[in-house]
């Protein structure tokens, strides 16, 4: 059984598209990114899309299929890897850290506009400690950016319950194996 793979993930922001692409071309290469806003008869900003990249900076534009469906009050995370990479054999061209990390926001926050890595778990136990920052890189957020993105993310994948954790109290718990339902 491969042991549990904790990842830190510093987001900043938040940036408008033309923003986040000039940040991510000079200082990504492999990120993440986050979406939130408002799509077409939405009453309320939202999480919308999770996305990871290589060269990040090439998937921030208005030709993303999924980017382009937000069109008010859009705004972007970026998301760099604070941990190192697991070690052992890659089995993949994306790093481990990143698939990961897109796979349980996709998957545990139900992101509408994410349709892959929403419906299987992931193959290991997984924990996701969400940190923000703003743009200067270094002056961290007293509040996260939206109510709904919690600090943590722990998918044990033993038997136990998976849990969406909002530091200050707020814990939403999966009891398994409820969780293992699309």
């Known amino acids: 059984m491969p042991k549990h793979l904790m990842i830190a993930v510093d987001w900043f922001g ?3 598209l033309d923003s986040a692409w000039e940040a991510a071309k000079s200082d990504y290469g492999h990120a993440l990114y986050m979406c939130l806003g408002r799509r077409p008869y939405q009453r309320s900003t939202t999480l ?7 060269n990040v900076h090439t998937r921030l534009n208005e030709d993303h299929h999924k980017l382009r469906k937000v ?7 970026l998301g760099d890897i604070a941990t190192a990479e697991p070690s052992g054999k ?3 061209v994306t790093r481990a850290t990143l698939d990961y990390a897109e796979w349980l926001h996709a998957r545990f926050l139900q992101l509408p506009l994410n349709e892959k890595k929403t419906k299987t778990l992931p193959s290991r ?6 940190r923000w920052f703003k743009t200067d890189y270094e002056t961290l957020r007293r509040n996260r950016p939206h109510p709904d993105w919690p600090d943590l993310i722990d998918y ?13 109290g707020k814990q939403k718990y999966f009891i398994a194996p409820s969780y293992a339902k699309p």
């Open 156 to 168: 044990p994948n033993y038997e136990l319950p998976a849990r969406l954790v909002w530091f200050g």
């Open 90 to 92: 890659k089995l993949k």
């Open 48 to 54: 919308q899309y999770v996305g990871i990249g290589n």
């Open 125 to 130: 136990s997984v924990t996701v400690l969400n």
């Open 14 to 16: 938040p940036y408008d």
């Open 71 to 77: 069109t008010r009050e859009r705004e972007i995370w």
